[in-house]
């Protein structure tokens, strides 16, 4: 009897990478060529691109509400309302990069 599956594929790992790909394919209760296939073929991956730029927008406003923290600590709260109203434009921003992140997933 012929195989149906004639094609053989090599790649190597880490011991690492093996012991996770090991535990992996136990809790799957498939057989290693079986949970290799699938992962392989029937999973989609996604590249993202601008990625960085999404990442570097959350890093000002990270530092934007540190900045709005310290003087809500500090007790003269009634100067934050600039820090607020600039956090407030780059999580707009943050959000009009997501939405396009995500309209180019899908």
């Known amino acids: 009897m012929a195989r149906s599956k004639n094609h053989q594929i090599k790649f190597y790992v880490s011991d690492e990478e093996l012991l996770k790909l090991n535990k992996n394919v136990k809790k799957s209760m498939l057989n290693k060529s079986e949970f290799l296939r699938i992962v392989a073929i029937e999973k ?7 990625l ?6 959350i890093k000002k406003i ?8 310290k003087v809500i600590n500090s007790g003269d709260v009634f100067d934050c309302r600039k820090d607020l109203q600039l956090a407030q434009k780059e999580l707009n921003k943050i959000w009009q990069l997501l939405n396009l992140l995500v309209q180019k997933v899908q």
């Open 44 to 50: 989609n991956v996604i590249v993202i691109e601008g």
């Open 62 to 69: 990270g530092v934007n509400i540190n900045q709005i923290a």
């Open 52 to 57: 960085d730029n999404f990442v570097a927008q």
